[in-house]
């Protein structure tokens, strides 16, 4: 029983994955893809294994709110994102419920998962990335000190969760995530690619918490409703990129004062408001250049740009190359 997930109410069966912990170890690269269909709703997943690595994506997409009831055996170090929606994961083992919200992140490890996942909206979303332990435990001799403390007591076998509370996704991990799921090469490239990747998430990951410890108490974001309101003001302001509010107007669409938002923006994500919309304006062009589904024209139109030059040049400020470049 390597992977089952149950809907609590009526004991059926939604997910079944046969892949146990040393099927990670294959030397290519297994991909799988497929949807699913159950009595609360549906979900779509895609998985990639490698070199004791696996990586997930799964969309959500909920008729009611429902609990999932999760059993598995695998002995694997998790780095869990929670992209869309506010879940609440319960770990027998662990003891107490981990509370997550959108574009929040953690890791956890335990020898074996039995628990349950309550969705509290409509729509989830989730990326993860799962280390067997001896290839988390040889990653984490060469880390910071978060991950070397982390890896210490895996060694160990106890079951925990890296942070108290989890963290509010930095745009170097949303990039990278991106990236990941928008990947274009194929076969041992892709292979190659993905590792990469893995190692850069948990790199950041690493970095993130390390930042988290060593800084001061939140002066600005101190309640659940202010972190809350500042997580809608910036996916207000990202799907609103081609024209964006002004401070004063998007204060009052997330329900804060403006001095609030500006300072509790900064805090939470590490710049001002608008550096942040010009920085995930400028990957999200990137990203798309690469894809080679959209010109420099229709990305400088659609980025809320004023002309094609005035994002040509802040595109080769940022990356160093020219959008054409790119491409």
């Known amino acids: 029983m390597p992977l089952e997930v149950r809907?609590?109410?009526?004991?059926?069966?939604?997910?079944?994955?046969?892949?146990?912990?040393?099927?990670?170890?294959?030397?290519?690269?297994v991909e799988q893809s497929g949807e699913l269909e159950f009595a609360a709703g549906r979900g779509k997943l895609t998985h990639w294994y490698f070199d004791g690595i696996r990586m997930g994506h799964a969309r959500w997409h909920f008729r009611e709110y429902t609990t999932q009831q999760w059993r598995s055996e695998l002995d694997v170090v998790h780095l869990h994102f929670n992209l869309r929606g506010r879940v609440i994961l319960e770990h027998q083992l662990l003891g107490q419920p981990l509370v997550m919200g959108s574009y929040q992140h953690n890791i956890m490890y335990s020898p074996g998962f039995e628990g349950t996942s309550r969705n509290q909206e409509l729509e989830t979303e989730t990326f993860m990335v799962q280390f067997t332990r001896p290839i988390f435990l040889r990653l984490s001799e060469q880390a910071n000190g978060v991950l070397r403390r982390f890896g210490e007591r895996v060694l160990e076998g106890q079951p925990l969760v890296l942070g108290e509370q989890s963290l509010t996704l930095g745009l170097g991990l949303h990039n990278a995530i991106r990236e990941v799921l928008n990947c274009r090469f194929q076969g041992?490239?892709?292979?190659?690619?993905?590792?990469?990747?893995?190692?850069?998430?948990?790199?950041?990951?690493?970095?993130?918490?390390?930042?988290?410890?060593?800084?001061?108490?939140?002066?600005?974001?101190?309640?659940?409703?202010?972190?809350?309101?500042?997580?809608?003001?910036?996916?207000?302001?990202?799907?609103?990129?081609?024209?964006?509010?002004?401070?004063?107007?998007?204060?009052?669409?997330?329900?804060?004062n403006e001095f609030k938002l500006k300072k509790g923006f900064k805090e939470m994500f590490g710049q001002p408001v608008f550096s942040y919309l010009a920085d995930y304006?400028?990957?999200?062009?990137?990203?798309?250049?690469?894809?080679?589904?959209?010109?420099?024209?229709?990305?400088?139109?659609?980025?809320?740009?004023?002309?094609?030059?005035?994002?040509?040049?802040?595109?080769?400020?940022?990356?160093?190359?020219?959008?054409?470049?790119?491409?």
């Open 281 to 327: 304006r400028l990957t999200e062009a990137e990203a798309q250049l690469i894809e080679g589904r959209k010109t420099a024209s229709e990305l400088a139109f659609e980025l809320g740009y004023s002309s094609l030059q005035h994002f040509s040049a802040a595109f080769k400020k940022k990356f160093g190359v020219s959008p054409r470049g790119v491409r």
């Open 7 to 29: 809907d609590a109410a009526d004991n059926t069966l939604i997910h079944a994955n046969p892949h146990v912990a040393q099927d990670f170890d294959v030397p290519e690269l």
């Open 188 to 256: 041992p490239l892709k292979k190659l690619f993905l590792y990469a990747k893995a190692l850069e998430i948990l790199v950041l990951q690493a970095e993130a918490f390390e930042q988290q410890q060593q800084r001061p108490p939140a002066r600005f974001a101190r309640t659940e409703y202010d972190q809350e309101r500042l997580l809608f003001a910036r996916d207000y302001l990202i799907q609103h990129l081609h024209l964006p509010p002004t401070l004063p107007e998007l204060a009052r669409i997330a329900g804060l």
